[in-house]
Protein backbone atom coordinates (compact mmCIF):
# COMPACT_ATOMS: atom_id res chain seq x y z
CA UNK A 1 0.00 0.00 0.00
CA UNK A 2 2.80 2.07 1.09
CA UNK A 3 4.98 1.74 -2.64
CA UNK A 4 1.02 2.56 -4.34
CA UNK A 5 0.99 5.70 -2.66
CA UNK A 6 4.30 6.69 -3.41
CA UNK A 7 3.48 5.68 -7.08
CA UNK A 8 0.33 7.51 -7.00
CA UNK A 9 1.62 10.58 -5.65
CA UNK A 10 4.87 10.82 -8.22
CA UNK A 11 2.05 10.40 -10.97
CA UNK A 12 -0.04 13.27 -9.67
CA UNK A 13 3.06 15.53 -9.48
CA UNK A 14 4.09 14.78 -12.72
CA UNK A 15 0.48 15.18 -14.49
CA UNK A 16 0.64 18.89 -12.16
CA UNK A 17 3.45 19.76 -13.79
CA UNK A 18 1.97 18.84 -17.37
CA UNK A 19 -0.96 21.09 -16.92
CA UNK A 20 0.46 23.93 -15.35
CA UNK A 21 3.71 24.09 -17.42
CA UNK A 22 3.14 21.77 -20.80
CA UNK A 23 6.62 20.21 -19.97
CA UNK A 24 5.85 16.98 -20.40
CA UNK A 25 4.49 18.00 -24.37
CA UNK A 26 8.01 20.07 -24.72
CA UNK A 27 9.90 16.58 -23.51
CA UNK A 28 7.93 14.00 -25.59
CA UNK A 29 8.41 17.04 -28.67
CA UNK A 30 12.01 17.16 -28.21
CA UNK A 31 12.74 13.28 -28.24
CA UNK A 32 9.74 12.81 -31.40
CA UNK A 33 12.32 15.39 -33.33
CA UNK A 34 15.62 14.33 -32.21
CA UNK A 35 14.47 10.78 -33.26
CA UNK A 36 13.59 12.17 -36.49
CA UNK A 37 16.77 14.10 -36.99
CA UNK A 38 19.06 11.27 -36.16
CA UNK A 39 16.88 9.18 -38.69
CA UNK A 40 16.75 11.51 -41.15
CA UNK A 41 20.61 13.14 -40.35
CA UNK A 42 19.16 16.36 -40.24
CA UNK A 43 20.42 18.99 -37.68
CA UNK A 44 19.00 19.21 -34.18
CA UNK A 45 19.08 21.49 -31.53
CA UNK A 46 21.27 19.44 -29.21
CA UNK A 47 24.33 17.14 -29.98
CA UNK A 48 23.27 13.83 -31.37
CA UNK A 49 25.71 12.16 -28.69
CA UNK A 50 24.24 14.43 -26.09
CA UNK A 51 20.67 13.16 -26.82
CA UNK A 52 21.75 9.55 -27.28
CA UNK A 53 23.18 9.55 -23.84
CA UNK A 54 19.91 11.06 -22.39
CA UNK A 55 18.09 8.62 -23.91
CA UNK A 56 20.02 5.63 -22.91
CA UNK A 57 20.82 6.97 -19.49
CA UNK A 58 16.56 7.34 -19.69
CA UNK A 59 15.91 3.73 -20.66
CA UNK A 60 18.67 2.81 -18.15
CA UNK A 61 16.42 4.33 -15.27
CA UNK A 62 13.25 2.89 -16.11
CA UNK A 63 14.93 -0.57 -16.43
CA UNK A 64 15.83 -0.21 -12.98
CA UNK A 65 12.50 1.18 -11.83
CA UNK A 66 10.89 -1.98 -13.51
CA UNK A 67 13.11 -3.97 -11.63
CA UNK A 68 12.64 -2.50 -8.35
CA UNK A 69 9.60 -2.60 -8.41
CA UNK A 70 9.27 -6.13 -9.94
CA UNK A 71 11.42 -6.88 -6.58
CA UNK A 72 9.06 -5.66 -4.26
CA UNK A 73 6.37 -8.08 -5.70
CA UNK A 74 8.32 -10.74 -5.31
CA UNK A 75 9.03 -10.39 -1.88
CA UNK A 76 5.86 -11.69 -1.27
CA UNK A 77 7.23 -15.31 -2.57
CA UNK A 78 9.98 -15.01 0.00
CA UNK A 79 8.20 -17.41 2.68
CA UNK A 80 10.93 -18.74 5.41
CA UNK A 81 13.49 -17.94 6.98
CA UNK A 82 16.00 -20.01 7.65
CA UNK A 83 16.41 -23.88 7.04
CA UNK A 84 12.72 -25.02 8.28
CA UNK A 85 9.55 -25.54 6.18
CA UNK A 86 6.91 -22.51 7.20
CA UNK A 87 3.87 -25.30 6.48
CA UNK A 88 4.89 -28.48 8.97
CA UNK A 89 8.16 -27.07 10.85
CA UNK A 90 10.44 -29.93 9.06
CA UNK A 91 14.49 -29.17 7.84
CA UNK A 92 14.33 -28.42 4.15
CA UNK A 93 16.84 -29.31 1.06
CA UNK A 94 18.47 -26.53 -0.85
CA UNK A 95 17.44 -27.04 -4.22
CA UNK A 96 19.07 -24.91 -7.65
CA UNK A 97 17.56 -21.26 -7.96
CA UNK A 98 16.64 -19.87 -11.15
CA UNK A 99 18.26 -16.44 -12.54
CA UNK A 100 15.08 -14.65 -10.91
CA UNK A 101 15.96 -15.83 -8.05
CA UNK A 102 19.41 -15.11 -8.28
CA UNK A 103 18.56 -11.29 -9.63
CA UNK A 104 16.36 -10.99 -6.33
CA UNK A 105 19.24 -11.43 -4.48
CA UNK A 106 21.27 -9.45 -5.43
CA UNK A 107 18.59 -6.48 -5.66
CA UNK A 108 17.40 -7.44 -1.94
CA UNK A 109 21.20 -7.62 -0.69
CA UNK A 110 19.77 -10.68 1.09
CA UNK A 111 21.17 -14.47 0.64
CA UNK A 112 18.17 -16.14 -0.83
CA UNK A 113 17.86 -19.38 -1.15
CA UNK A 114 15.29 -22.05 -3.04
CA UNK A 115 14.47 -24.80 -0.44
CA UNK A 116 12.13 -27.85 -0.77
CA UNK A 117 10.56 -29.97 2.29
CA UNK A 118 10.79 -33.78 1.95
CA UNK A 119 7.91 -34.30 4.54
CA UNK A 120 5.06 -32.11 2.44
CA UNK A 121 6.35 -31.06 -0.40
CA UNK A 122 6.62 -27.30 0.45
CA UNK A 123 8.53 -25.49 -2.38
CA UNK A 124 9.65 -21.40 -2.27
CA UNK A 125 12.09 -18.85 -0.95
CA UNK A 126 14.06 -18.64 1.68
CA UNK A 127 16.38 -15.76 3.84
CA UNK A 128 19.17 -17.54 4.73
CA UNK A 129 19.33 -16.21 8.63
Do not use: N
Not at 8 to 33: E, H, K, N, Y
Not at 71 to 93: F, I, K, M, N
Amino acid sequence: MRRSLAFISLTLILVGLQLATQVGSLVLDRLRAGVGAILAGAEFQISPLRFEAGVCTLLVGLALGVVLLWSSRARADVRAVGYLCPHCGSRTRRVKRRRRHRLLGVVMGESIARRECETCGWVGLSVQG
